[in-house]
């Protein structure tokens, strides 16, 4: 992680925030519609977050990957990318 990384744990303590949140509504008995509004905010906010920390991953550690030169350390981080890109869409 780079110069990112605090502006992506703050992301994620407010996500954490969210889901108490949602934890808290459940108990309450909440509006079924209500609580599913809040988990829907809560995927969009992970997803900012997965995207921040693969815009990360692509500009620090492929990018050291690629100015190594090294060819098996370059088809390795390939090769993380595409496996975690395969799994998502599964």
Request: glycine letters at 8%; charged letters at 35%; zero cysteines.
């Given at each position: 992680m780079?110069?990112?990384?605090?502006?992506?744990?703050?992301?994620?303590?407010?996500?954490?925030?969210?889901?108490?949140?949602?934890?808290?509504?459940?108990?309450?008995d909440r509006y079924c519609i209500d609580v599913l509004h809040q988990i829907q905010a809560v995927r969009a906010a992970l997803a900012k977050v997965e995207s921040a920390v693969l815009k990360d991953h692509a500009a620090c550690c492929v990018n050291e990957a690629i100015a190594s030169g090294d060819a098996t350390e370059q088809r390795a981080k390939f090769h993380e990318l595409v496996d975690l890109l395969e799994r998502v869409r599964r």
């Open positions: 780079t110069k990112n990384k605090e502006d992506i744990v703050n992301r994620l303590k407010r996500v954490e925030g969210q889901v108490r949140g949602i934890s808290q509504m459940i108990a309450d």
